[in-house]
């Protein structure tokens, strides 16, 4: 399974004007009292400081709707936009640590919740079409990644007598059982961060 690494994403880009000047003050602010662990930071803060300062003031000669002076704030914003990317990268490939990557003043990508698992409910058994066969069917269990079916002919249904079938399908054949003899059988639900939660027994005698 994929290692999850922490690290900025860049919603910055969806913000509104104003939302977006204070989102970019607030980083550069966080970022040099951060300098010890990001001291070289990819652009300058200075020169998104700069371009700042120049959105803060299109945004106010923009206010009463002036086209030239809205063209300017939208091209200084997407300066920014570029600028903050690029700067939200350089703190990716300086750390993933949680803590210091949220002293940047970046959102942080959000930890994947662990998926649980329950057992496979209400397990079948029947008559697999033909002699020594039983067929093993079940309703497909959320979040389940692969299944096993297993069967024993042990009646104290002891863990190292259960034979194992992996299998991705919600149905399985067993084929080459002894015909007069009662088999015990199982299905175990496989998840992603291998959790297993298996079945009721349930038996049947082979045809």
């Known amino acids: 399974m994929k290692k999850f690494i922490r690290r900025v994403i860049k919603t910055f880009k969806r913000l509104a004007d104003a939302n977006f000047l204070a989102f970019g003050q607030n980083v550069t ?8 662990t990001f001291p ?3 652009p300058s803060l200075e020169s998104i400081n700069n371009e700042l300062d120049n959105y803060a003031a299109l945004l106010q000669s923009s206010a009463n709707r002036d086209k030239v ?3 300017l ?6 300066n920014l936009n570029q600028m903050l990317s690029q700067l939200a990268d350089y703190v990716n490939t300086t750390t993933t640590d949680s803590a210091l990557l949220a002293s940047t003043g970046f959102e ?7 998926i649980t698992i329950t057992a496979p409910e209400n397990p079948t058994l029947t008559d697999g079409g033909g002699s020594g066969r039983l ?3 079940f309703k497909a269990v959320k979040g389940a990644s692969s299944y096993v079916f297993q069967y024993t002919s042990d009646p104290t249904l ?6 194992s079938f992996p299998a ?8 080459g059982l002894t015909k007069g003899t009662t088999y015990y059988c199982r299905a175990l639900a496989v998840g992603a961060n291998q959790q297993v939660k298996d079945s009721i027994v349930v038996n049947r005698i082979s045809q």
Do not use: D, R
């Not at 704030?73 to 997407?78: A, R, T, V």
């Not at 942080?108 to 662990?114: A, D, M, R, Y």
């Not at 002891?158 to 034979?163: R, T």
């Open 29 to 36: 602010g966080k970022m040099n009292a951060a300098v010890a």
């Open 158 to 163: 002891q863990e190292s007598s259960w034979v």
């Open 40 to 42: 070289n930071p990819v």
């Open 69 to 71: 002076q809205v063209q």
């Open 135 to 137: 067929l093993l069917k």
């Open 108 to 114: 942080l990508n959000k930890l994947p919740q662990p």
């Open 73 to 78: 704030k939208n091209i200084s914003k997407f």
């Open 168 to 175: 991705t399908t919600t149905s399985f054949t067993f084929t």
